[in-house]
């Protein structure tokens, strides 16, 4: 079956989005990352969805899932990337993905994953909802 | 007046990825900004997703109006499932009958220009979405 990849970097895992995701890759996503987690002993999860032209109620549910299953598993996830005319569209679908946090580019995401590690907050960090 | 017209089926999941593909060339073809093809696009995708979950499958049907000078693309919907049987209920953000957020109908309609919904229990439904340009 189709799945998207997941790479490893020291304690953080991450992921790319580069798809155009159907409903059942975007569930077996959630699931491999969540698994991964506790296999990799991650700390943090870095999802990149700048490929990503939509994100409809389906993949936001998605995020936060994998956020919040994350968190449970005591890893940090920040979904980086997003394009402006998606955050415009997610606000008007009325999706704010509460417990999401998102950070611009893959390096600003980095950076909070590593603060958030250091128990510090990083200064770019933003918190939606 | 209809000047191009795409039928698609929406039996599966992937039917939904097709109709969002095709939804965003032709938003392309008749010069949407990329917001506005972004939220058509969102829009053909909830209510796709709504056709094969809901409604038990259907088909799409993506068309290029034209109205003296100015262009739009309307998508319409349609399946033969069991209808909404409160459809003030349905359009409410939050409610779902499935496992859903429940913004698919009423975030769909605040992401376009016009909005139509007819249902009728036992026959069917069918959304109708248009964006004009400008």
Redesign the interface.
């Known amino acids: 079956m189709e799945r998207i990849p997941i790479l490893k970097m020291g304690s953080f895992l991450l992921v790319t989005i580069q798809v155009d995701m159907h409903d059942q890759l975007a569930l077996a996503l959630q699931d491999d990352l969540t698994s991964r987690v506790v296999s990799d002993r991650a700390t943090g999860v870095l999802i990149d969805i700048s490929a990503l032209d939509i994100v409809d109620s389906f993949i936001g549910r998605m995020l936060g899932n994998i956020a919040g299953m994350a968190r449970i598993l005591d890893a940090e996830t920040i979904v980086v990337g997003m394009r402006p005319s998606v955050a415009i569209t997610l606000v008007e679908l009325g999706l704010s993905l509460p417990g999401i946090r998102t950070a611009l580019n893959v390096d600003r995401g980095m950076e909070l994953l590593r603060s958030a590690r250091n128990g510090e907050t990083g200064d770019d960090g933003r918190q939606i909802g | 007046m209809v000047v191009k017209s795409v039928e698609l089926p929406l039996r599966a999941?992937?039917d939904?990825?097709v109709v969002?593909?095709n939804a965003?060339s032709l938003a392309v073809e008749i010069g949407l900004t990329?917001?506005d093809?972004?939220?058509i696009?969102?829009a053909a995708?909830?209510l796709a997703?709504n056709t094969v979950i809901h409604g038990g499958g259907g088909k799409a049907i993506l068309e290029i109006l034209k109205d003296g000078p100015r262009q739009g693309l309307r998508l319409v919907f349609e399946d033969t499932g069991p209808g909404i049987s409160d459809l003030e209920r349905a359009m409410q953000?939050g409610y779902t009958t499935g496992t859903?957020?429940g913004?698919?109908l009423?975030?769909?309609k605040?992401?376009c220009s016009e909005f139509t919904i007819e249902s009728k229990v036992g026959v069917g439904t069918r959304v109708t979405i248009t964006r004009w340009k400008g």
């Open positions: 999941q992937e939904v990825v969002r593909q965003r990329i917001v093809q972004t939220k696009v969102t995708s909830e997703r953000d859903g957020l913004l698919g009423g975030g769909s605040r992401l």
